[in-house]
């Protein structure tokens, strides 16, 4: 298979790297790669399938010649780079909130609408890390008994906001353990030991954006708006993996049993579901792992119809980097994307 010229958009960045790792650990077809980010970090060396490659900053002639772009800088330089990329010719998959909600821009997730790339106009988007993770565990159950409403709360790690969220983690939790001051930076109160129930900024309704992001999104990627959703977003101190609490009501009445054998051949979704031996998703299973993990499946009998389950993933894996890989390989697989 002829490989592709790659452009990653944000490799120094906590996602740009786990891309680069993933696209050499999957042997992605790579003839040429180049590694971009800000003017700041230009000239950063860093080692690539047993190379070491040079990151340039991003300008827009950084496209040329260039098949697929996976960005991960932000979503004002995504703004910016990626019309920029796709007039080029590029096909980009950008990980930022810059396009996800524009309907003529494909919102994927491989195990769920992998459909939706082939009308695909050069620029696809990838969804929150929140988001991915519960819609994978979602589709198979909505696809045979219809979900009418979902109401979610996550626990989420540091890493998702980036490499100084957990550099200031790392740093308060031993500031507290050795009775010294704690700073702030990155968050507006102290995260070690401590939960935020804020992840992004608020809008007049009392909501987060991000919170917004799985509301809105969910209901693109599944292609229903009759799915009603509600969500919680919440910060917790811990590295890497979110968590989720998730609770559905579906229209056909579904036993834990179907759910779990539905759930245990479904892509990409791992059932970890025995309380008698103390086994049930954590961020420490799902760290590093590709699975998005599912337990604690129980009937919910306060509602008709009611289903509770518990949902971990590795945010910089499944929720970001590897999704985006994914995209690639079927676009890749599918004819969707020309070989320059």
Known sequence: MAGLNVAVVGATG?????????????????????????????????????????????????????????????????????????????????????????????????????????????????????????????????????????????????????????????????????????????????????????????????YTREERKMMNETVKIMEDNSIKVTATTVRVPVFNAHSESINIQTAKKATVKEIKDLLSRAPGVKVVDDPANLLYPMPILANGKDEVLVGRIREDNSIENGINMWVVADNLRKGAALNAIQIAEYLLNNGLIKVR
Request: some cysteine; hydrophobic content about 40%.
């Open 14 to 206: 906590a996602v740009g790297q786990q891309m680069l790792k993933i696209l050499e650990e999957r042997s992605f077809p790579i003839k040429e790669i180049k590694l971009l980010a800000s003017k700041r970090s230009a000239g950063v060396k860093i080692n690539f399938m047993n190379r070491e490659c040079t990151v340039e900053e991003t300008v827009p002639d950084s496209f040329k010649g260039v098949d697929i772009a996976l960005f991960s800088a932000g979503t004002e330089i995504s703004k910016i780079f990626a019309p920029e990329a796709v007039k080029r010719g590029v096909v980009v998959i950008d990980n930022s909130n810059a396009f996800r909600m524009d309907p003529d821009v494909p919102l994927v997730v491989p195990e769920v609408n992998p459909h939706a790339l082939h009308k695909h106009k050069g620029l696809i988007s990838n969804p929150n890390c929140s988001t991915i993770q519960m819609v994978v565990a979602l589709k198979p159950i909505h696809d045979c008994f219809k979900i009418k409403r979902v109401v979610v709360s996550t626990y989420q790690a540091v890493s998702g906001t980036g490499r100084e969220a957990i550099k200031e983690l790392t740093n308060q939790s031993k500031a507290i353990l050795d009775e010294q001051e704690i700073k702030l930076s990155v968050y507006p109160h102290q995260i070690a030991f401590n939960t935020l129930p804020h992840i992004d900024v608020f809008d007049e309704e009392g």
